[in-house]
């Protein structure tokens, strides 16, 4: 590993099942982008990838390989040739590539022939910012080790869509404590707020009530899943990403589908979104 960049960490589809003694499943933020990677490699969808946000990863192949990036495109070069998005690239032994920095989008991802092939915790190869579990962020002069396989890929490249700067129109349906919320989610407009990562995007924008038969009410934790929408005392939501803490105190009041997950993971600060649902309502 030559370069890092802000922060690289080694993701798969994480760790499913261990929610009942506190550990979040955690896995790739944008799962379509890292699932599209291990496609175009001929990777099971499990195998680990490395998830690049905004981009500066430089490494140099010790043994050939294949590569694909997908997510944000990062104008990724070998050897100072730009190469494709989101397409199959041959890396021989010595050959570096290079991930520029990303201008709509915030997360790459760089699958490997065979899966980078670091030593399991609890069953996945995620990284979990939150808790701390598993492999250590990337790091310069870090040695990854990867699967077998050397044979060419059956897939030249897809036709797939990229992350975009514009608007963000995400599918919710009502969560939990729905009733909770004395105003409508739907139809509002809010902006990313820097102070976002990968265990939550917190949302700036008119700041919504609690219905008045809520107001002064508190609530055991009750636990959380990827995409949980919470309200705070602050009236600002806050949407829970891959590497969430296993319960909250505040109101869930709506959840957010897969896809809209993925889209939300390379949303960046200052890019708006709304919600594109009608029944989490007061």
């Known amino acids: 590993m030559l370069r890092v960049g802000p922060l690289a960490t080694i993701q798969d589809l994480g760790r499913p099942g261990w929610m009942h003694v506190g550990v979040s499943p955690s896995g790739a933020a944008d799962r379509e982008s890292h699932r599209l990677a ?5 990777n099971d969808a499990g195998a680990a990838t490395i998830e690049v946000l905004l981009g500066g990863l430089e490494l140099e192949a010790l043994a050939p390989t294949w590569v694909a990036v997908t997510g944000a495109d990062c104008s990724s070069k070998v050897d100072g040739h730009r190469v494709d998005w989101a397409a199959p690239v041959p890396l021989r032994t010595g050959q570096r590539l290079r991930l520029g920095w990303a201008s709509v989008g ?4 760089v699958a490997f022939s ?5 030593e399991p915790v609890l069953g996945s190869r995620s990284r979990d910012t939150l808790s701390g579990l598993g492999p250590e962020p990337l790091h310069t002069g870090m040695v990854l080790p990867v699967g077998p396989g050397f044979s060419r890929p059956a897939t030249d490249f897809a036709p797939a869509p990229r992350p975009t700067g514009e608007q963000l129109n995400l599918r919710a349906h009502s969560g939990p404590r729905a009733d909770w919320l004395g105003g409508d989610l739907a139809g509002s407009y809010w902006v990313i707020d820097s102070d976002s990562d990968r265990v939550g995007i917190r949302l700036q924008g008119p700041p ?5 038969s809520r107001v002064g009410s508190e609530l055991p ?19 829970f990403m891959a590497d969430h803490p296993v319960t909250g105190g505040y109101p869930v009041v709506a959840v957010l589908d897969d896809r809209s997950c993925d889209l939300l993971a390379q949303g960046r600060p200052g890019q708006s979104l709304t919600f594109r649902t009608s029944d989490v309502r007061r």
Not at 38 to 42: C, D, F, Q, R, S
Not at 208 to 212: A, D, G, I, N, V
């Open 38 to 42: 291990n496609a175009l490699l001929g």
């Open 221 to 239: 934790s009750e636990p959380l899943i990827r995409g949980a929408v919470q309200l705070p005392p602050s009236g600002l939501p806050v949407v």
């Open 106 to 109: 915030i997360r790459a991802y």
């Open 114 to 118: 065979g899966g980078v092939d670091v």
């Open 208 to 212: 919504l009530s609690r219905h008045p």
